[in-house]
C-alpha cells in the first residue's frame, strides 16, 4: 500500500465552523506533513510531525490546529478560518524527516465562505 | 532563505522532447527532486539526484545537474499528451534544516 488518503476531497465551511481534515497511510512512515497550495503555486508547508511529535510549525495561525493521533493517523483541525484559507490542503509523508522523498495525498479542497 | 526558480510555462508538440529548467540558490544542497502534479491531484515523486552526481536516466526521463551553476534540468523524452501537468523541482539542503523545498513550478501543456 503506496497511498496516502485524505478526506474530505472537498469541504465548504463558513467562518465560524468547525471541521477536521483526515490523512491516513499505512507505509509504515514516521514523518507526516500538511501543505497549503494555492491555485499555480507550489506547496508551502505548515506542519511537520515525526515520531508522532509536532516538530515544525511554519508560523501558521492558531486557527488550524495538528493532530497526530497515531503513527497512520494526522488530522488538521479548522476553527473561524478566513476566506483567504481557501486553498487545497495537502498531506504527505515520509519514512523518516529530512527525506526529500514524499508521498502526497490527493488533497482536500477547503472553501472558506 | 533558499531560493529555487523555474520559469512558468512551456508547450511542446506530442513525440518531442520537453526541457524544463530550475535554478538554486543553497549551496549546500543535498538532494534534488522532481515532482509531477496532474490537475486537482496530489504531487507525485518522478525522480531524485543526489547532489554529487550530474546525471540520471530513468526511462524517458534524463535528469542533469550543473552544481557550479546551480541548474537542474529534467529532459522528457518523446513528450505525451499525458505528461501535461505541473512540474516542480526541489531540494533538501542542511542549510535548509533538511526542509523540501520547493520551486516555483513549470507549467507543460503536450499539444497535438
Known amino acids: 500500500d503506496t497511498e496516502v488518503t485524505q478526506t474530505p476531497k472537498h469541504l465548504v465551511m463558513g467562518m465560524t465552523n468547525k471541521k477536521s481534515l483526515k490523512c491516513e497511510q499505512h507505509?509504515?512512515?514516521?514523518?507526516m506533513y500538511w501543505y497549503k497550495q494555492k491555485a499555480k503555486k507550489p506547496p508551502e508547508l505548515m506542519f511537520v510531525?515525526?515520531?508522532?511529535?509536532?516538530?515544525i510549525n511554519e508560523s501558521v495561525p492558531s486557527r488550524f490546529s495538528p493532530e497526530c493521533p497515531n503513527s497512520s493517523l494526522l488530522n488538521l483541525h479548522l476553527h473561524a478560518l478566513q476566506p483567504e484559507d481557501s486553498a487545497l490542503y495537502l498531506c504527505?509523508?515520509?519514512?523518516?524527516?529530512?527525506?526529500?522523498?514524499?508521498?502526497f495525498g490527493e488533497g482536500s479542497r477547503l472553501t472558506v465562505l | 532563505g533558499e531560493d529555487v526558480e523555474q520559469s512558468l510555462f512551456l508547450s511542446v508538440r506530442e513525440g518531442d522532447s520537453s526541457v524544463i529548467n530550475c535554478t538554486y540558490t543553497?549551496?549546500?544542497?543535498?538532494?534534488l527532486y522532481w515532482y509531477k502534479q496532474e490537475p486537482g491531484a496530489g504531487l507525485q515523486l518522478l525522480t531524485y539526484i543526489f547532489s554529487n552526481m550530474d546525471m540520471k536516466q530513468d526511462q524517458r526521463l534524463t535528469v542533469l545537474l550543473n552544481k557550479k551553476d546551480k541548474h537542474l534540468s529534467l529532459r522528457i523524452a518523446d513528450t505525451q499528451t499525458g505528461d501535461s501537468a505541473i512540474y516542480f523541482c526541489?531540494?533538501?539542503?542542511?542549510?535548509?534544516?533538511?526542509?523540501?523545498?520547493f520551486g516555483t513550478g513549470t507549467q507543460l501543456k503536450v499539444e497535438l
Open positions: 507505509m509504515g512512515h514516521r514523518a
Open positions: 543553497d549551496s549546500s544542497s543535498t538532494y
Open positions: 510531525y515525526s515520531y508522532e511529535k509536532l516538530s
Open positions: 526541489a531540494e533538501t539542503s542542511t542549510g535548509g534544516g533538511n526542509k523540501l523545498t
Open positions: 504527505a509523508s515520509s519514512q523518516e524527516r529530512g527525506h526529500g522523498e514524499l508521498f
